[in-house]
């Protein structure tokens, strides 16, 4: 809604294509959609087979509240409070408009006011805004998708400023689909409605231990499945 999209919006990264990466606690390589992929995407720029290849590398700049996977692989990491993403994404949006072609002093001046509790950080926001615009249509800024949606809009904003929607990342829709409680599930599995039952990723027999016999319940499908990593 925020995107004046009726629709949710998922963003899409391609990662195999930036050279530079501000990670706003988005585990991409861990915990957030399509880990793997993003791994792998973003770890072929970060080869190395001969000494000229290291000035082509892919950079990375990760703030979080918490060390992750994709944190412990960022060539530059700053460790932030949850509560104040807002106002550092705010901040460092700023900055990133004040080095751009066009310069919208309204918003500029409103995003700095927001930001104002984050200005301790504001040499390491300015570097990472400089950083990003030296290469503004191969720089990305992703969001984890936890956070407040005043986030999402900075980074957008960022991304926008710098060129990089439909370059570096996408922004896709995505339709609803209609979703059934595990309750009602298990109901339509016991009344003979299911017959076949696939699992992608997720544990319920670890999370719903002590309310659900799975073993019951797989044994009432005719087929059963797991797609996971674990």
Request: hydrophobic share 40%; charged share 25%.
């Amino acid at each position: 809604q925020a995107l004046g999209q009726k629709l949710p919006v998922r963003t899409m990264p391609k990662l195999q294509k930036v050279s530079r990466v501000l990670s706003l606690d988005c585990d991409f390589m861990g915990r957030e959609p399509y880990a793997l992929a993003n791994s792998r995407n973003f770890m072929s720029g970060r080869k190395v087979l001969k000494p000229s290849d290291a000035h082509k590398m892919n950079r990375l700049y990760s703030v979080e509240s918490d060390l992750t996977l994709t944190g412990g692989v960022a060539d530059h990491r700053l460790r932030l409070g949850s509560s104040n993403f807002i106002s550092f994404s705010s901040l460092l949006a700023a900055e990133v408009l004040k080095l751009g072609k066009k310069k919208d002093q309204p918003l500029i001046e409103h995003l700095i006011k927001i930001g104002k509790s984050s200005e301790v950080h504001i040499k390491w926001i300015k570097e990472c805004a400089k950083d990003l615009c030296t290469k503004p249509n191969l720089s990305v800024v992703l969001a984890g998708k936890h956070l407040p949606v005043e986030v999402h809009m900075a980074a957008f904003a960022i991304n926008q400023s710098l060129g990089s929607i439909g370059k570096s990342v996408d922004y896709l829709s995505v339709p609803e689909t209609p979703s059934v409680r595990l309750g009602e599930l298990v109901s339509c599995i016991e009344n003979g409605e299911v017959d076949s039952l696939i699992l992608l990723g997720g544990n319920p027999v670890h999370s719903t231990s002590g309310f659900i016999d799975w073993s019951e319940v797989f044994g009432k499908v005719k087929n059963s499945a797991r797609i996971g990593i674990s």
